[in-house]
């Protein structure tokens, strides 16, 4: 008989929301909003950009009550939380790590919100590969992962009428200020897009990645734009009305964007 040690696969006690939470121990990155229960530290499922994204494109003619969203990248399902909280027709959201797809499926269940749909797999395939249509894309935390952020861009606007994004992005003068800050620092590759040169700045994501803590892309590095090339990339593809904000950031020059066609 081998000596082995199998861990308890039974929960020791009635059902509260911390023991179901604690499926991901030490693992959150969100403050579930549950009184008295312990999680992450970071406020996704109350974050303010997703209201701010709502009253820019009510601006635009668009009433969140009335569309379907498609989400990429939920991390953890805050933003899809206060999507559905404040009235979307629905939420479709794609997300390629395990861990955070399943944590967004223990958060709905621990919530309790509806009009929600999770979906395990890589966003750029899907969006290469659907039919469907949806009112918004909403992409928080998502562009600046990828290889090839203009691409991204483009099959992005394909499936929509309108869209929320918040990322990164390489600035030269933020990088002068903080030369401490490894942002996009890693060599520049130029592509032509439509009539222009993009510049797009290698992000490494250096060696030894705790995966229990990380939450960025699949690959080793991504690209970030820079911020005209990222607006010149969203009118070629038909977004006619775009209205962005800059954000303080620590790890990076940040925007948070509002576009819609006509």
Not at 107 to 123: H, M, N, Q, S, T
Not at 178 to 192: C, F, K, L, T
Not at 194 to 206: N, S, T, V
Not at 209 to 219: L, T
Request: a negative charge; charged letters at 25%; one cysteine or more.
């Amino acid at each position: 008989m081998h000596d082995q040690v199998i861990s308890m696969p039974y929960a020791p006690k009635g059902p509260h929301p911390q023991q179901t939470l604690d499926l991901f121990k030490g693992m959150w990155a969100s403050k579930i909003p549950i009184d008295g229960v312990n999680t992450g530290a970071t406020p996704l499922f109350e974050d303010p950009r997703v209201p701010w994204a709502i009253a820019q494109l009510a601006r635009f003619g668009i009433d969140l009550a009335h569309c379907d969203v498609l989400e990429l990248g939920p991390l953890e399902g805050g933003h899809s939380f206060s999507l559905a909280r404040n009235g979307a027709r629905s939420v479709t959201a794609i997300e390629a790590n395990k861990s955070a797809f399943l944590k967004c499926l223990v958060a709905r269940e621990v919530l309790g919100y509806e009009r929600v749909k999770f979906l395990l797999g890589d966003a750029i395939s899907f969006l290469q590969e659907t039919r469907d249509s949806y009112d918004i894309a909403f992409a928080s935390g998502f562009l600046y992962h990828m290889q090839d952020p203009v691409r991204c861009l483009e099959l992005i606007a394909k499936p929509v009428r309108a869209l929320f994004l918040w990322t990164v992005y390489w600035d030269e003068d933020f990088s002068r200020r903080n030369p401490q800050v490894p942002a996009g620092s890693d060599g520049v590759h130029i592509v032509r897009y439509g009539d222009r040169d993009i510049r797009l700045h290698r992000h490494g994501y250096g060696t030894g990645i705790d995966y229990s803590r990380f939450w960025g892309g699949p690959d080793t590095h991504s690209h970030w734009m820079e911020r005209e090339d990222l607006l010149y990339v969203l009118r070629v593809n038909g977004f006619t009305q775009i209205h962005d904000e800059l954000e303080l950031n620590p790890n990076g020059a940040a925007l948070k964007l509002v576009a819609a066609k006509s």
